[in-house]
């Protein structure tokens, strides 16, 4: 389902991570071209999971969290 | 990890019984004395709210102080209002008196009702903003131990609201206050081209600012920018996106005050409050010149606005040019708005006083 | 550490009660309150604030409630080098049990600096100063104990109402029981930052705003009527019995002439379609005068501090709407301007600044609200319309 958060879209937005610094989930769903609902609910699970992290620089943005 | 997402208490399991029985059945209420509101129910019952200063800025034992009285008084219950008053509510009028005499041994004052000087709403200032221009919690008890006397009375024509804001970013109602204290820079920030190398994005720090001040820097082997000082007018967006651009300066930083702004819909609709006093010294611990303007204001609105007139519709009715006059503030180029909507303020009639 | 802040006593003198005794209360007990008294006197003499941007710092699974904060002089304040804020989601109305106060004292006792606002001005407790290793462990004794944090950065913030029902005749909305319902919906949106900038809800039961919603919310809920006030004649009579002097201090003073005075009867007369719901003489005959049965809300949008092209004070957007839960009709419009603001807004452009760059129009059409000239003062004067 597209609406549906799966491992696939998770290591998608990982790997798109990899390459910025960070990001706002809006670009993250229009660069990997994925409706921004469904990117929202995966970078919660993925934050709750650890993997990414907030970062605060006048507005919030996500980022990998550093090993 | 634990539980996340669960969101705050649920509010009914912090009203007290009386409350709780009489939610959505009050009808009327009344003002007895200042500081205490007296509510009556359809259902008969009434409570008595004895309303408390507090600084805002407390340690915990100042709450559990807060809380030994409630447990005494309230049923174990108390609340806070929107401008940090502590509200002790109980079902008689001698527990009212009890709750006064232990808040006074407490060195609290009772009021902040009716026709008088609330509590200011204020930020955090020195004590924990890195954008703050002035401090917040100094300049709150400085003006209020000298208008102390409004707040444990009701005898202005209409209540008067203060709020001070730390920086122009107004994380406070201070645009719509009777009385606003807004900290402001007056110098440029000062650039640290390595920390703008290491620490910012350089088109995200350009696109932050209003005026379009900032440039790359003008030698391509440098990656940092530069301002154009006759167009910064210090609003310090560019500090916030970029840490290595601080506007902060002993000298340059003040504050200033604004009159007149409203938020509530009775009578007049809600306005913004105007620029009178564009600069005033940073005067630590006390400031003695922002707190002698804020008197004298104060002062002559009392003794010059009709009953409940608030001072919004007070400086509307006498009119700007009135207000100047009375309060013996000089007028400078520095009121005249060039901002965005500056033309809106340009008087467009033969109308107005000498 | 500092022992000496002759600046700061100073501000232990005068009748209002000082914070500067409230810092050095706490800072018998706590070192990094003692740092921080020394770190204020230090600004008292430098005029300058002392503290530095914040890096990432947080609890895991959220982008919000934890605001960082470093010293510029960690060597002379080791204690109060790190000195993180945290935000913590008040019950809605500020309401407390000593239990849960006294529990919250004992959360920040072991965990923090025992500095504390009640409240920080979006409404939030405000835990001020504890280090990166203590945030973890205290935010898990704080939803052990019930309590979770607020909004921060760029996402929902904690939403705020006054007192409403629970201790107000006036109020014409469930101001507390309507921040509880969406507070509890939304929140993933207060946790995890993803808009362009923050966004405020705030709720006032009246147009009295006592949450000053209109100038502080993007999303402002102000209870009204929609039928007529409500008199009751026996106590107007009693007003004027009593020496109140209800010609000049409610009668002239309505803004839009609304009410006349009948002197031989002493009545009250109201031209109900003249009204427009101001609260004037509510306020001044609480008695007497009561909001209408026919009760609900108008929406505003878009109130704001200046940071960046100016302030702004909300605009009706629906000009009445009943408000009963489960709130649908309010969550759906909700979400419908989130999608729109995220999809079109830039890096720290609020929904207000948004409208304007784009025209309200172009806003009432997305969200597929037809204009109704409630909704502005007056009609444009100038002839440029794209039609």
């Known amino acids: ?61 996500i980022k990998l969290k550093d090993a | 990890m634990g539980r996340t997402d669960i969101g705050p208490p649920d509010y009914q399991e912090m009203l007290p019984d009386i409350i709780k029985k009489n939610y959505g059945k009050w009808k009327y209420h009344e003002n007895p004395r200042p500081g205490v509101l007296r509510h009556v ?18 340690s915990i034992d100042f ?26 509510i109980t079902d008689s009028k001698a527990k009212a008196d009890g709750i006064m005499e232990e808040v006074k041994k407490l060195g609290l004052p009772v009021g902040g009702t009716g026709n008088g000087i609330s509590n200011i709403v204020h930020t955090q200032g020195w004590i924990h903003c890195h954008s703050a221009a002035t401090d917040a919690s100094g300049l ?18 209409a209540y008067v609201r203060i709020a001070v804001a730390c920086c122009i970013n107004m994380c406070g109602a201070v645009h719509c206050s009777d009385l606003a204290i807004v900290g402001v820079h007056r110098r440029p920030p000062k650039i640290d081209n390595e920390k703008v190398l290491a620490q910012c994005e350089i088109p995200t720090t350009i696109q932050s600012c209003p005026t379009g001040a900032i440039r790359r820097h003008p030698d391509p082997n440098v990656k940092s920018v530069v301002v154009r000082e006759d167009l910064c007018m210090y609003c310090a967006n560019c500090f916030t996106v970029c840490p290595a651009m601080p506007l902060a300066d002993p000298v340059g930083d003040g504050v200033a005050i604004y009159v007149g702004g409203k938020v509530s819909n009775a009578r007049k609709p809600p306005m913004f409050s105007r620029m009178v006093v564009p600069f005033l010294p940073n005067n630590p611990p006390r400031w003695p010149e922002v707190v002698d303007v804020i008197k004298k204001i104060v002062e002559v609105y009392a003794g010059s606005a009709r009953k409940y007139e608030r001072m919004g519709e007070w400086v509307e009715r006498i009119g700007w040019e009135k207000f100047f006059k009375l309060t013996g503030i000089p007028f400078t180029e520095q009121h005249i708005d060039d901002f965005t909507h500056a033309v809106e303020t340009y008087r467009t009639t033969t109308q107005f006083k000498w | 550490m500092a022992d000496e802040t002759p600046l700061l006593d100073e501000l232990e003198k005068g009748p209002w009660p000082s914070y500067v005794k409230e810092i050095k209360r706490a800072a018998k007990k706590n070192k990094a309150s003692k740092d921080l008294l020394g770190i204020q006197e230090l600004s008292y003499k430098d005029r300058v604030t002392h503290w530095k941007h914040g890096g990432i710092v947080g609890v895991t699974g959220y982008g919000s409630g934890v605001i960082g904060r470093y010293c510029d002089v960690p060597e002379k304040f080791p204690n109060a080098a790190a000195f993180h804020t945290v935000r913590i989601n008040h019950p809605a109305g500020w309401f407390y049990s000593t239990k849960a106060l006294r529990k919250l004292c004992d959360i920040w006792e072991q965990y923090g600096s025992g500095m504390t606002n009640f409240h920080g001005s979006t409404g939030d407790i405000i835990f001020l100063g504890t280090t990166t290793e203590n945030l973890q462990p205290c935010f898990d004794a704080l939803t ?23 201790r107000c005749e006036w109020s014409n909305i469930d101001t507390l029981d309507l921040v509880r319902n969406l507070t509890t ?110 009760t609900g809300a108008t929406i505003l949008i878009g109130g704001k501090a200046p940071i960046i092209k100016g302030a702004y004070l909300s605009w009706v957007l629906i000009p009445f709407m009943k408000i009963e839960p489960p709130y649908d009709e309010i969550k759906d419009l909700l979400r419908r301007i989130w999608d729109w603001w995220d999809e079109n807004g830039r890096t720290r452009e609020r929904l207000a600044e948004l409208i304007e760059r784009k025209g309200l129009k172009t806003f009432l059409r997305e969200m597929g609200i037809p204009p109704v000239p409630q909704m502005v003062y007056k009609p444009r004067a100038n002839p440029y319309v794209f039609f």
Not at chain 3, 144 to 166: P, Q
Not at chain 3, 185 to 213: L, M, T
């Open chain 2, 140 to 157: 709150v008890k400085a003006v209020m131990d000298e208008l102390y006397d409004y707040f444990t009375s009701m005898k202005l024509p």
């Open chain 3, 144 to 166: 052990e104990n019930g309590f979770d944090l607020g909004g921060s950065g760029s996402a929902l913030r904690t939403i705020a109402g006054c007192v409403g029902k629970a």
């Open chain 2, 63 to 88: 709450i559990r102080d807060l809380c030994d009285v409630a447990d005494k008084y309230c049923d174990g219950h108390l609340r806070f209002t929107s401008r940090y008053n502590v509200e002790f």
């Open chain 1, 1 to 61: 389902m597209a609406d549906e958060v799966t491992a696939e879209l998770k290591q998608k937005i990982i790997d798109y991570l990899k390459a910025v610094s960070k990001a706002k989930n809006k670009e993250v769903a229009k660069d990997i071209g994925v409706d921004k609902h469904v990117v929202d609910k995966a970078i919660a699970e993925l934050s709750k999971e650890g993997v990414i992290e907030y970062i605060y620089l006048g507005a919030s943005f």
């Open chain 2, 41 to 58: 129910s359809e259902t008969g019952d009434e409570i008595y709210t004895v309303r408390v200063g507090s600084p805002r800025l407390v």
């Open chain 3, 185 to 294: 919906e939304f929140q993933d949106e207060i946790h995890r930052p993803r808009w362009p900038y923050k966004f405020k809800i705030k709720a006032s039961g009246c147009p009295n705003d006592c949450v000053a919603a209109i100038a502080r919310a993007d999303f402002t809920v102000i209870g009204t009527w929609k039928d007529s006030l409500r008199i009751d004649q026996a106590a107007v009579k009693n007003y004027a019995d009593n020496g109140f002097d209800i010609k000049g201090l409610v009668i002239d003073k309505c803004p839009t002439d609304a009410l006349e005075w009948d002197e031989k009867a002493k009545e009250l007369k109201l031209r109900a379609d003249d009204c427009v719901r101001c609260m004037h003489c509510i306020n001044k005959m609480s008695k007497a005068i009561r909001p209408g049965v026919d």
